[in-house]
């Protein structure tokens, strides 16, 4: 009885340590990125008939949704997405199991963080400004 006791302990100790490692792993560009981001491109605005672009992004912990309009049409795609690299300032995720738009992925997209002024580039566009909510 005692031994069985022990045993389960081990165990629970090994788990309680494996959920500690596994908590402790997490990226420190992909915790930034998390919420919403916003960017206007006023691009054709000052012509009449024209319009601007405006993108929005959200990002919460593997879920994703990108929103944009107003240009070319709209656009809103949803999905889930996983790191495949971070280093320094840039993040590069692999977007899948994507609902709307053309493609379903994978699609990578290149992220760069601006964490001093709050902003990130997204495939080159941008700054992206964080916002407080999904614009659709």
Partial sequence: MIARMRRLSDRLFLSL?????IAGCSDPNDQFIQGAWYYKDPHLASV?????????WRFDRG???????????????KGR???LESEDEVITLELFNIQGGLTRGPVEVRITVDKEADTVS??????FSRT???QR
């Fill in 132 to 134: 407080d909510f999904f």
């Fill in 63 to 77: 879920t994703f949704e990108y929103y944009a309009c107003c240009f070319s049409g709209e656009l809103h795609q």
């Fill in 122 to 127: 997204i495939q080159g566009a941008g700054p």
């Fill in 48 to 56: 009449d008939g024209e319009s601007q672009l405006e993108i929005n």
């Fill in 17 to 21: 340590i494996l959920l500690v490692l």
């Fill in 81 to 83: 997405y996983r790191i």
